[in-house]
């Protein structure tokens, strides 16, 4: 409540509210303007027919754009794509991580990045491309004019989009509030709620769904939301002791406090590093013309248990992966030493060093497990013999869930930090009177 409150004494912190309230408009916006040349009611009504494929991944994550046909049809994973390669790359050649601990060398792994970007959106596109011009594998007339002309065509406005949607992720981490593209995947992702809901109404009109069913959907609902929102929130303080300080003629006693360690380190960035890497051999495997490999891919896909458990196993890999790049327990030693802090019972140096590793490597095998039950556990309650209608996919909720409570903590910090800025500057506006001899 005390943050509500605060907001309309913040004219600076509503202008960031509102500049990233703009550009998630604008962003869909977007999302309904098709490409030049393609038949969108078409793709529309093609797309719905079809049943369970990998563009429905594809349309998740981009917010209904690709049903659509939009120019933002790539969304921004092709941007996740090539960092995820990038990051992978740094870790395995040496000179690459040297350099990106330099400011202007992070800034240049960040261009070839972006360069990596275009070869993904060039890739993805063609195949995009191939898909619409053979009428999403149904023969239907989708696109006007076919040929080398519009292929060149819709490669530029898909890539351009997918930069102009990178462009717009920037403009809210810079000048707005939260993560830019975690924001835009989260509102995608909230695009389709409306939907999913919308079916589940209709299988109650129709008596396909009882009461009982409805119930018990909204009970584990509410079970999983807490439970997502309990361990985002959740840390692991580990206990710290400040030494004795003498400044002047006054003793100032040591103080206790605590190194707070999340027990979900990694937070939403796993599931959408798995949801990414998957996108790409399902793209590959579904345009390749050998229908071994078209089996295997349709196959794969509709086999809830070996998709899910292939997911799982992604989503673990990247929670130690993630959590391996972000958390340096040297880093955190070397830091307590030179405050001259140390956690009780634990020698400053290497000791604090292993101390942090271990409670961080029992942490991540926490967290990357929670990851994985969440992210799996609706499309197995989704399943036979369960069969309840879990429209929601756990990924999609976690990232939700997780960029709701990221951007909030941003606003709080924010608060903090603004009252913090008033209450020095009123100090320091009153020690110029009180100190005026004249």
């Not at 593209?181 to 769904?209: D, M, Q, Y």
């Not at 079970?223 to 959740?234: N, W």
């Not at 590093?273 to 051999?281: D, E, G």
Request: hydrophobic letters at 45%; proline letters at 5%.
């Amino acid at each position: 409540m005390s943050t509500l409150d605060s907001l309309p004494k913040l004219p600076e912190l509503n202008k960031k509210i509102l500049y990233t309230l703009l550009i998630l408009i604008i962003y869909r916006l977007g999302v309904f303007i098709p490409i030049p040349g393609v038949d969108a009611q078409e793709v529309l009504r093609v797309f719905t027919s079809q049943g369970k494929s990998f563009f429905d991944i594809i349309n998740l994550f981009s917010g209904g754009a690709f049903e659509r046909a939009s120019i933002f049809a790539l969304g921004v994973m092709p941007y996740i794509t090539s960092s995820i390669v990038m990051s992978l790359v740094v870790k395995t050649v040496p000179s690459l991580e040297e350099m990106q601990k330099d400011p202007l060398g992070k800034k240049k792994v960040s261009q070839y990045s972006r360069y990596l970007t275009i070869v993904i959106c060039f890739f993805q596109g063609s195949l995009l491309v191939s898909a619409l011009q053979s009428g999403l594998g149904t023969g239907a007339e989708i696109v006007y004019n076919p040929g080398l002309t519009f292929f060149v065509i819709t490669i530029a406005t898909l890539t351009a989009g997918t930069f102009f949607v990178m462009w717009l992720g920037e403009q809210i981490t810079n000048n707005g509030i939260g993560n830019g593209l975690s924001l835009i995947i989260a509102v995608s992702i909230i695009a389709s709620i409306p939907s999913a809901t919308g079916n589940l109404f209709n299988f109650v009109r129709i008596g396909e769904l009882n009461i009982i069913t409805i119930v018990l959907f909204l009970l584990i609902m509410l079970i999983i939301l807490y439970s997502i929102v309990f361990v985002e929130r959740s840390y692991r303080k580990i206990p710290v002791q400040y030494p004795q300080r003498t400044k002047g003629r006054k003793v100032f006693a040591g103080q206790a406090s605590h190194l707070p360690l999340k027990i979900n380190p990694a937070g939403v960035i796993p599931p959408i590093f798995a949801s990414s890497i998957l996108l790409l051999p399902l793209t590959i495997f579904n345009y390749v013309d050998v229908p071994s490999v078209n089996q295997f891919a349709q196959t794969f896909l509709n086999n809830g248990f070996l998709y899910n458990g292939v997911f799982a196993i992604l989503v673990i890999f990247f929670t130690f992966f993630y959590t391996g790049i972000v958390i340096n327990p040297e880093e955190m030693s070397e830091n307590l030493k030179k405050n001259g802090a140390n956690i009780p019972g634990i020698r400053p140096g290497k000791s604090t060093t292993e101390y942090i590793k271990s409670v961080m490597s029992k942490l991540t095998v926490i967290g990357a497990l929670y990851l994985a039950i969440v992210c799996v556990i609706p499309a197995i309650l989704n399943a036979k013999p369960f069969s309840l209608p879990f429209y929601y996919g756990g990924a999609s909720l976690l990232i939700v869930i997780g960029v709701t409570l990221d951007t909030i903590q941003q606003i709080e910090s924010f608060l903090i930090s603004s009252n913090y800025d008033q209450l020095t500057g009123k100090r320091a506006a009153r020690e110029p009177r009180r100190f005026n001899v004249r």
